[in-house]
């Protein structure tokens, strides 16, 4: 995580003051005893006036934590603590100790935090409990951001947040927690939190498996909070009833900047109401309604509303309605005519015919088939060791393309589908995936997509760079390392499938290429790298010619 000293000075009230503080971040540290953390240790202990400390994409042991913990009690002056992807490979049992520790020597120093992130920490609800003393501290009291995106949280780890969260008067600005399935029942916990604060600045809940009760609820607290500038619901049910709640909210939130609904089936229907209400109410700069089965109809009606105004070509920055029913070229033409720059409309994805809209009982009810179960990944507390050769044989059943740009591009992997995809292509093809639940499914998805980019590296700079931040989150989303590295070795057709069903899609040369530059990079875990190499060096006497020809050009793929 990098550090805006600007933004970071203005977090903490004192613009004259300058930032200061200690960032590890990215490193890779393994810390498992007090001596592993030392170089942290001495950094704090050097610093007199340590406002922020960062110690994102390393891996924190118990030991390690409590003796950062000693040279924390030191510092009442810090502001900013940065804790995200920093239990990578620990077990279940650790973290709460941990966290645990990190609070209590932030408690004895009586520090008030401003930011604490802890995102891409898989620690569940039984990390929440570990993070519960600290949060009802004094230490939180005054926080005004906090980062608990891709935890694992569930139902459970939503209550319990919310719990802690509302055990003393809080006034977030900034609450993040995407990737959480915290479904109805933990939005509505937290729902009461938010009502209650009416801070709210920033909301971000993206994929969380929310239905329109649960949005209903979150509805009737953003009412509470009329400050509220950006709200993210992308990729949940929302649906026709849950937007027409959020619409009843719309006209309370004057300063209401950046709105992002995509992937919520919201329908024709939902589209209509949010329009009305916009044009009503709120002067938005940014609109993500993309892949909601709306028609063109209603598409129509809300570009109209957005530009009802004649402020609306120079206060639009950005108006999403990709993966829509756009209707025909006329259509498309009077869109982009009004919307002018800011509109994002994917001509290769709109449809002269309209979606067909059923009742509110195609909502899919949230109470069937959800479970109350806790949903924190535990793959990271499971080492288990398995023979890269063994076959699996993988679930594909959750990972069915629809007709999206990234199924379009997945089931066709040109360099024409993957500019489609706008201009930050990884980050649309991770959200699309980040829908698969299961592990293995989910895996198997990345690598897929990661080959499909890659094969295409060769011939284009954006596959290229693309490939390369695939590569980076392909690490952190899977959880297995036995698993990823089975299922890139069967990509790369170093092992052989037994799956009749598994497809090469992709230019395999090239993917070695793309492999190359990133295999020694210091976030690539040495087991998999290793495994890699192993399987290169001994298969490449029986590879094609040309797969050979490309990796003697690269050594660092065999030595």
């Avoid at 953390?37 to 409590?66: F, H």
Wanted: with cysteine.
């Amino acid at each position: 995580m990098s550090i805006d000293l600007n933004s970071l000075s203005t977090a903490l009230n004192e613009p004259n003051r300058t930032a200061s503080g200690v960032d590890f971040s990215g490193r890779s540290l393994k810390l498992d005893t007090e001596k592993d953390a030392q170089p942290i240790i001495d950094a704090i202990n050097a610093c007199p006036d340590l406002q922020y400390l960062t110690l994102t994409g390393n891996t924190l042991g118990v030991e390690a934590a409590q003796a950062i913990s000693k040279a924390l009690t030191r510092h009442p002056e810090l502001k900013t603590a940065s804790f995200s992807d920093m239990f990578t490979g620990r077990m279940k049992t650790e973290i709460p100790p941990a966290l645990s520790a990190l609070g209590d020597g932030m408690i004895e120093a009586g520090a008030r935090l401003k930011v604490l992130d802890l995102s891409d920490n898989a620690f569940g609800p039984i990390g929440v409990e570990g993070l519960a003393k600290l949060l009802q501290s004094d230490v939180c009291s005054q926080l005004q951001e906090l980062h608990l995106n891709n935890n694992g949280l569930g139902i459970t780890g939503g209550r319990l947040l919310a719990r802690a969260l509302s055990a003393s008067p809080r006034h977030l600005r900034v609450f993040v927690a995407g990737r959480n399935r915290l479904e109805n029942e933990g939005a509505k916990a937290l729902a009461n939190v938010f009502q209650s604060m009416g801070s709210l600045e920033e909301v971000s809940m993206p994929q969380n498996g929310i239905y329109h009760s649960g949005i209903t609820a979150l509805s009737e607290a953003f009412k509470e909070n009329p400050g509220l500038s950006c709200l993210n619901l992308n990729d949940n049910t929302m649906g026709p009833t849950g937007a027409a709640a959020i619409a009843t909210a719309l006209p309370r939130l004057k300063k209401l900047k950046s709105i992002n609904f995509g992937d919520c089936l919201l329908k024709s229907a939902g589209a209509k109401a949010l329009a009305k209400s916009l044009k009503d109410s709120v002067l938005l700069e940014s609109l993500d309604l993309s892949h909601n089965e709306i028609g063109r109809e209603a598409c129509m009606e809300v570009v109209d509303a957005l530009t009802s105004l004649p402020d609306s070509s120079d206060r639009l920055t950005r108006v999403v309605l990709a993966g829509n029913s756009l209707g025909g070229a006329d259509n498309k033409s009077t869109m982009k005519k009004k919307l002018g720059a800011s509109a994002e409309l994917s001509d290769g994805e709109g449809s002269e015919d309209e979606y067909v809209t059923g009742s509110d009982s195609d909502e899919m009810e949230e109470e069937q088939g959800q479970s109350d179960e806790d949903s924190a990944p535990e793959d990271s507390q499971n080492h288990i060791t398995r023979d890269p050769g063994e076959e699996i044989s993988l679930d594909r059943s959750g990972i069915e393309e629809v007709h999206t740009d990234v199924g379009k591009f997945l089931n066709n992997p040109i360099v024409e589908n993957l500019i489609n995809l706008g201009s930050n292509p990884a980050d649309v093809i991770d959200a699309h995936l980040q829908s698969i639940r299961d592990q293995e499914s989910l895996t198997l998805a990345y690598v897929e997509a990661l080959c499909c980019v890659s094969g295409l590296s060769a011939e284009s700079v954006t596959a290229a760079e693309t490939a390369r931040l695939l590569y980076h989150t392909l690490v952190q989303r899977a959880r297995q390392q036995w698993l990823l590295a089975n299922t890139l070795l069967r990509a790369l057709k170093l092992i052989k499938s037994e799956n009749k069903d598994y497809k090469i899609r992709w230019r395999i040369p090239a993917c070695y290429s793309a492999l190359a530059a990133e295999i020694d990079a210091s976030y690539f875990p040495a087991a998999l790298r290793d495994t890699l190499k192993f399987f290169v060096a001994s298969k490449m006497a029986s590879l094609p010619a040309e797969v050979r020809a490309v990796i003697e050009k690269h050594p660092n793929l065999f030595t």
